[in-house]
């Protein structure tokens, strides 16, 4: 039994950036157990990596890489730490961080604050590879003056520690970060990347805002240029009807309204690319049903952060149970068989 649902109105009553650190805190202190044992049906190889299940912890939960084994041993099949700046930096005076909890959505305008690359560096030393996946997000510091360069330094210094890593141009609090999806910017950011590349693959995280011909442009440029996957999508700068006092907040919205937006650029990016590239679906995935629409969709793998707010980090294991099951009452023996099924 999950003991989250009694802990949950304890981390309710503060508000939701003191609550996360109380939360890395506790993890922080909370022996480190060895990951579960997943189905062999859950198993898949994306970009040259083995991944014990297709469930993965989002960017930002992690931003420092301080817990990313004990996430690893609640149930994720593999944490994405980040986004990780090349100089640490400070991000957005606070309030920034919102739980819009009649939506269940966050709306978070975090700015990128993190130690920088050499503290998780430091970190991501010690950790024993080659028995999970850890990725690592990189992106560029807003006083920066040369942005595709800060890329390049990140790809450059994390590649050594991480399993993958991603550049991540969707962040929308970081002002004209987003320019970089466009189209001469993506082509110089994706050849300088690869440029430096040394065998770990590397992703890209887009955005659900998208306009028309977007996940076609995006796709050709990121094949071209040996992108390993697609992570769709970051938050949304878009504004459905929500029910929450903080809806008018700025900044990036995640959780359930975020759900039908990144489905549907999670579909407009299968349809651009065929299933030439593998995609990594991300959004409002809540529970199970959400992870294998997902799937059905396109998406070889998917990740979360914002359910795990609402539900707890016990969030993981249910979802791969779910997937086990569906699988098997689908026939499939494995869950490659199901991507792009539905
Ligand atoms: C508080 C918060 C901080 C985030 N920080 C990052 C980040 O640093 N880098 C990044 O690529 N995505 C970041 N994200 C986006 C998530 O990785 C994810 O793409 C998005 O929240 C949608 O998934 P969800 O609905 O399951 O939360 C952040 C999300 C939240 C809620």
Redesign the pocket.
Known sequence: MSLYPLLRPFAFALDAETA?RSTIAALKLAPKRQPPRFSDSLRTSVAGLDFPSPVGL????D?DAEVFEQMLGLGFGFV?V??ITPRPQLGNPRPR?FRLVEDRA?I?R?G?N?KGQAEALRRLNRRLRGRSVVGV?V?ANKDSADRIGDYVAGVQAMSAVADYL?V?I??PNTPGLRALQAEGALDALLGAVHEVRSGKPVFL?VAPDLRDGDPERIVRAAIDHGIGAL?I???TVSRPTLKSAHRAEQG?L??AP??PL?LDALRRFRSASGGEIPLIG????ATADDAWERIRAGASLV?????MVYEGPGIARRIARGLEQRLASAGFANIAEAVGTG
């Open positions: 996360h989002a960017a930002g939960f931003k994405e980040g986004t961080l966050v978070n975090m990128f993190n997000n992106g991603t991540n969707s962040s995280k992570i999508a970051n938050t990036g995640s959780g975020l759900r990144a991300v959004g409002g995935i990740q979360l952060y914002t359910a």
